[in-house]
T-cell receptor, first 115, second 109 residues
């Protein structure tokens, strides 16, 4: 474990389902991130939270809804997803959200399959 | 559209040799550059960062940056089978991070 824990590790959901991904960091970091990693595509930054405030939304469709109740927890709520949303969703954290590339600690990811 | 380009590989290198991984980027204003290693089925791990032109060494790893040519590379000396992984180049500009697709490296025993 890296200090960033993601659950579940694997998720299969139908297009009409609602599910949530959970991320928890035990590193005392102030910034948390959601990334999407699809096959044969670059890693894509989705959302950035710094001190619980969302500071970045990279044109992510509204069927993905993030929530950050405190600096240690981050959720990604999913509803009415499409098959092309199937990917590995990675959570990450860093000490300082101003330098987003220093997201040096990633969780193990949730492998999401939309059927 | 700001881009980061990497050869997807696989790059096959004999054990003990030097592995050379290359990355080019489109935004001339980029200031920070990073290399991540990702083992199959695992999450990315930051292994090197570089901010100024020239070389930066850390153990068997050397990052090289040439801002004029918009080029950043990672050299791995004395390659080991445990270095077999996908290496992701990432560039931070305007407080946004852009990743390349990664290069798969295979060290041949």
């Amino acid at each position: 474990e890296t200090g960033v824990t993601q659950t579940p590790r694997h998720l299969v959901m139908g297009m009409t389902n609602k599910k949530s991904l959970k991320c928890e960091q035990h590193l005392g970091h102030n910034a948390m991130y959601w990334y999407k990693q699809s096959a044969k595509k670059p890693l894509e930054l989705m959302f950035v939270y710094n001190f619980k405030e969302q500071t970045e939304n990279n044109s992510v469709p509204s069927r993905f809804s993030p929530e950050c109740p405190n600096s240690s927890h981050l959720f990604l709520h999913l509803h009415t997803l499409q098959p092309e949303d199937s990917a590995l969703y990675l959570c990450a954290s860093s000490q300082d959200g101003a330098a987003v590339a220093l997201a040096s600690t990633f969780g193990s990811g949730t492998r999401l399959t939309v059927v | 559209q700001k881009e980061v380009e990497q050869n997807s590989g696989p790059l096959s290198v004999p054990e003990g040799a030097i592995a050379s991984l290359n990355c080019t980027y489109s935004d001339r204003g980029s200031q920070s550059f990073f290399w991540y290693r990702q083992y199959s089925g695992k999450s990315p791990e930051l292994i090197m960062s570089i901010y100024s032109n020239g070389d930066k060494e850390d153990g068997r790893f050397t990052a090289q940056l040439n801002k004029a040519s918009q080029y950043v590379s990672l050299l791995i000396r004395d390659s080991q089978p445990s270095d077999s992984a996908t290496y992701l180049c990432a560039v931070n500009s305007d407080d946004k991070i852009i990743f390349g697709k990664g290069t798969r490296l295979h060290i041949l025993p």
